[in-house]
C-alpha cells in the first residue's frame, strides 16, 4: 500500500463534470449492514475474484440471480454467458432477472427472485441502463434488504459504478454525473481505471464533490467491503483518493490484493487522511479466510 500527495486537482482534470438532467441525491448517512459488496473494475475476471463471490453469497448453497440490464438487448439474449461462470462453481441455483420497464419492476412475480437471493451479480455495459429502470425503484429497495439479511451484491464495470448513489454516468474528457445505487457511502466508484487511464477523470470529478472518497478500481480487480472492511482481491490495484483536509489537495493510496482497511467513513479519529490500515483478526485463519 502507498500514499501520494496531489494538488491543484485541476491540473488533472479530464474535462467539466456535466450535469444529467435528472436530480441527484445526496449519498446517505452511513449505516451499518451485515452484508458485502464486491466491485470489480472490468475485464476478464480472475478466479480469486469469482470464488470470492461465490463464498460470501453461501459457497454451494448460493442462491444468485444475475442482473444484465447494463448491456444490449442483443447480449442479454444470450442469458446462459450471464449464467454459466456462477453455475460452474457450484452455487445451488443462478437465475437471470432482466427488464427494461420501471413499471415491471414492481411487480411481486419479477421481485420474487431478489427476495430469494443470497448474492445478487451486476455485469456490465452501460451504467444509464441500470439507473432509468431500477434506480429508486422497488429493485433497488430488495437490494438493501439483501444487504440488510448478510448478502452480498457485486457487479463489474457499469455494474461497479452503479454501487453509490452519486455516479461517474460516462464521459471522457466532459465527465457526466448520474444517480446510482445508493450501497456504498459517502463514495464513488470509476472502473477500467489504470487500464484506460481514468485517473484524470476521477479527480475532475471529485474537484466538484470533495466530499466523497473515490475508488478507482482497476480491471481483474475488486475492492471488497465485508464485516466493515475494505480489502482488495485480483491481479492489479485500487486506487483510492482522497480530499486531504483542511488543504485543497487530493492524497492517493494504492491498495493492492492482500490489503486489508478500515474504511474512512467508519473512522473514529478526525482530521485523519488516508485509509487506516486494519488489525489482524484475533485468529491467523480468521484473517486468511477474510482475504482469500
Not at 470529478?205 to 480487480?221: C, K, N, S, Y
Request: proline share 6%.
Amino acid at each position: 500500500m502507498a500514499g501520494l500527495a496531489l494538488t491543484s486537482p485541476q491540473v488533472w482534470a479530464g474535462g467539466p463534470v456535466r450535469e444529467r438532467v435528472e436530480p441527484v441525491a445526496e449519498p446517505s448517512a452511513v449505516a451499518r449492514t451485515s452484508g458485502s459488496l464486491l466491485i470489480c473494475g472490468g475485464g476478464v475476471m480472475p478466479s480469486a475474484v469469482l470464488d470470492r463471490f461465490v463464498q460470501l453469497a453461501g459457497g454451494s448453497q448460493a442462491r444468485i440471480v444475475v442482473i444484465p440490464s447494463a448491456s444490449s438487448d442483443l447480449v442479454v439474449q444470450n442469458a446462459d454467458a450471464f449464467l454459466d461462470r456462477w453455475r460452474t462453481r457450484g452455487a445451488a441455483s443462478v437465475q437471470l432477472l432482466h427488464t427494461r420497464s420501471r413499471e415491471e419492476t414492481s411487480d411481486p412475480a419479477f421481485l420474487r427472485p431478489l427476495g430469494e437471493a443470497t448474492g445478487i451479480w451486476i455485469g456490465g455495459g452501460v451504467q444509464s441502463r441500470l439507473s432509468e429502470t431500477y434506480v429508486e425503484t422497488e429493485v433497488e429497495r430488495q437490494l438493501k434488504a439483501l444487504l440488510d439479511r448478510g448478502g452480498v451484491i457485486g457487479g463489474t464495470s457499469a455494474g461497479a459504478s452503479i454501487m453509490t448513489r452519486v455516479m461517474i454516468a460516462g464521459g471522457r474528457t466532459e465527465v457526466t454525473k448520474g444517480r446510482g445505487f445508493d450501497l456504498l457511502p459517502g463514495s464513488v466508484v470509476d472502473q477500467h481505471f489504470l487500464k484506460r487511464k481514468r485517473l484524470g477523470r476521477l479527480l475532475s470529478f471529485m474537484a466538484v464533490h470533495p466530499d466523497l472518497i473515490g475508488f478507482g478500481i482497476d480491471e481483474r480487480t475488486a475492492l471488497v467491503l465485508h464485516d466493515d472492511r475494505l480489502s482488495v482481491v485480483g491481479d492489479s490495484c485500487v486506487v483510492a483518493c482522497m480530499p486531504a483536509h483542511p488543504d485543497p489537495d487530493f492524497r492517493l493510496q494504492f491498495l493492492e490484493p492482500g490489503d486489508e482497511l478500515i474504511p474512512p467513513w467508519r473512522q473514529r479519529a478526525t482530521g485523519t487522511a488516508g485509509l487506516i490500515v486494519a488489525e489482524p483478526a484475533s485468529e491467523p485463519s480468521e484473517r486468511a479466510a477474510a482475504t482469500r
